[in-house]
């Protein structure tokens, strides 16, 4: 009896042994498999170390966000150009605008990905608003209501992406200037357009 008893306590030392074994080696791998991924956030895996901070200063980022929603609107808004003015060099502008702020909204888009800033994807309510008044207008009331928003808006673009040229991310002033030349082009454009009108 006592030795049917000492068997028992010993096959159930054992059995707890093991499963303290097991349990450090299931712990073990745990801290290891964390500790050596230095991608774990917060308990959470993210795709760099880096994902948690933007890479670029408030100044940058408010750059980018503010350059996304009027690029989204020059695109928008030059879509109901090509369909509702009256005068050719009104739709050739309009067409320009498209093709150029197309290509640079993508680029932002790119860039603001690499630094991981999220920018808009649609317009807010007041510039929504906007275009769908924009969208009733036709024939000449609606060139000049067109070209003098796109003189106003591109004084107002010139000086945002002047701002941007300051910023210190290098690829992001790169950008700002290369994009900065063009829009001055549609800012010229759009004054000379205007001054045409009668």
């Known amino acids: 009896m006592k ?3 000492l068997l028992s306590t010993a096959f159930a030392l054992a059995l707890s042994f093991q499963a303290c074994q097991t349990a450090d080696k299931k712990s073990a791998t745990t801290k ?8 774990m956030v917060n308990g959470n895996h993210v795709a760099g170390a880096e994902s948690t901070q933007s890479g670029l200063d408030e100044a940058g980022s408010t750059f980018l966000k503010k350059a996304a929603i009027g690029g989204i609107m020059e695109v928008e808004a030059a879509e109901v150009a090509e369909k509702n003015a009256s005068s050719q060099a009104v739709k050739d502008f309009a067409s320009k605008m498209l093709a150029d702020h197309t290509k640079a909204n993508a680029e932002l888009k790119a860039l603001a990905v690499q630094r991981k800033v999220i920018t808009p994807d649609g317009l807010p309510a007041d510039d929504q608003i906007h275009l769908d008044e924009m969208k009733k207008m036709t024939g000449v009331a609606f060139d000049k209501h067109y070209m003098e ?4 808006d591109h004084e107002k673009t010139v000086a945002l992406f002047k701002e941007g040229m300051q910023n210190r ?25 205007v001054s045409e009108m009668k």
Not at 34 to 39: P, R, S
Not at 149 to 152: A, D, H, K, L, R
Not at 169 to 193: C, F
């Open 3 to 5: 030795r049917i008893f």
């Open 32 to 39: 290891d498999s964390v500790a050596g991924d230095t991608t």
């Open 149 to 152: 928003m796109m003189v106003t």
């Open 169 to 193: 991310d290098q690829e992001l002033k790169t950008w700002a200037t290369n994009t900065l030349s063009v829009i001055e082009g549609h800012d010229a454009m759009a004054k000379k357009i």
